[in-house]
């Protein structure tokens, strides 16, 4: 018996958006269930090389189907200029929970983006106005990409505004997706007035002010991975219907750790976690609703759902390289 490894090329091109998107809104049921297995991220921090090591383990079980798996993931800041390699590096591995056999051993980092794309996908969906046809997006690393092919799935996107200190990152987002939608260079403020936004930055001082947005727009705030930092100013977070992915997480590291902290907000100014949305305990936008806000954080079990997307796909067409990591002659 084989395990697979699957490289970025793979894990992207079995990825399928649609079927991702469903199996993240599938593992934010679960959650909501109490149907997941799912420890806090675990950290080693390594400051003598300015970064480090983050273990996420989760098992799900849909009520279908169930996986488990572990990602392995870090983040050295300094890796593209001293080393030539990206700063955030992540693997997965992909198991049966049954005998724990790793089924799939598969590139992280490309799993990460298309999930993070999905859980954004699923809160847009749930969050957005259903004629939603513009897309801002502050911030153009490479999780924007997938914001935009995740989100363009579950509403009819056709203007883009896009923003990024880097003229070259504008370039090559134009280059990516001129030809498939109308995207347009523009400002912060003319970026949040779309209907949708996607914030994608690293940024420790908010960059969206409550005034740069449109009155019904939907925020999904994806940046903010660490204390100290935030990309909404506290007037967007104080007027939005705010909605989290994970309380713990959110308080601690989200996009509202910042106000947490001060007591700006507390358990009062949260509307409901996602997960309690997808599974119709709490409302989803209403016609009263104007701005609205999705603070991600990123769950395991999304990466866990997402892993089975990609293994079943590969396995199914044949695809990947099939190597041996366990001796099944050893008893």
């Known amino acids: 018996m084989e395990t697979l490894l699957l490289?970025?090329?793979?894990v992207d091109e079995n990825a399928d958006m649609a079927e991702v998107i469903v199996a993240v809104e599938e593992a934010f049921a679960a959650y909501e269930a109490g149907r997941v297995r799912m420890p806090a991220k675990s950290y080693i921090d390594l400051p003598e090389y300015d970064g480090d090591f983050r273990s996420m383990p989760a098992y799900m079980d849909s009520g279908e189907w169930d996986a488990a798996g572990i990602k392995w993931v870090n983040s050295h800041t300094n890796n593209a200029d001293a080393h030539g390699l990206p700063t955030v590096m992540g693997t997965m591995i992909y198991s049966d929970p049954e005998t724990a056999f790793p089924l799939a051993v598969m590139d992280g980092t490309t799993l990460t983006r298309k999930r993070t794309g999905a859980a954004a996908a699923v809160a847009t969906d749930r969050l957005a106005v259903p004629d939603?046809?513009?897309?801002?997006?502050?911030?153009?690393?490479?999780?924007?990409?997938?914001?935009?092919?995740?989100?363009?799935?579950?509403?009819?996107?056709?203007?883009?505004?896009?923003?990024?200190?880097r003229e070259a990152a504008v370039e090559a987002f134009l280059e990516r997706f001129g030809d498939a939608?109308?995207?347009?260079?523009?400002?912060v403020s003319e970026a949040a007035?779309?209907?949708?936004?996607?914030?994608?930055?690293?940024?420790?001082?908010?960059?969206?002010?409550?005034?740069?947005l449109g009155e019904h727009t939907h925020v999904n705030a994806m940046g903010a991975d660490a204390p100290g930092k935030n990309e909404l100013a506290a007037d967007v977070l104080a007027s939005a219907k705010l909605v989290i992915d994970d309380y713990e997480q959110c308080t601690h590291s989200g996009e509202i750790n910042v106000p947490w902290d001060d007591g700006t907000l507390t358990d009062g100014d949260l509307h409901a976690e996602l997960g309690e949305i997808v599974a119709g305990k709490r409302s989803g936008r209403t016609p009263e609703d104007g701005l609205t806000v999705f603070?991600?954080?990123?769950?395991?079990i999304q990466d866990v759902a997402a892993a089975r997307v990609v293994y079943e796909r590969a396995d199914a067409g044949g695809e990947g390289t099939g190597f041996t990591l366990v001796d099944t002659e050893l008893r």
Do not use: M, W
């Open 7 to 10: 490289n970025p090329t793979d």
């Open 193 to 212: 007035s779309c209907d949708v936004l996607s914030t994608v930055t690293p940024v420790e001082s908010p960059i969206v002010d409550a005034a740069d």
């Open 132 to 165: 939603a046809g513009s897309l801002g997006i502050v911030g153009l690393g490479v999780q924007s990409y997938t914001q935009l092919e995740a989100i363009a799935t579950v509403r009819d996107i056709q203007t883009v505004v896009v923003t990024d200190k």
């Open 295 to 300: 603070d991600s954080t990123g769950l395991a």
């Open 181 to 187: 939608f109308d995207v347009r260079p523009g400002s």
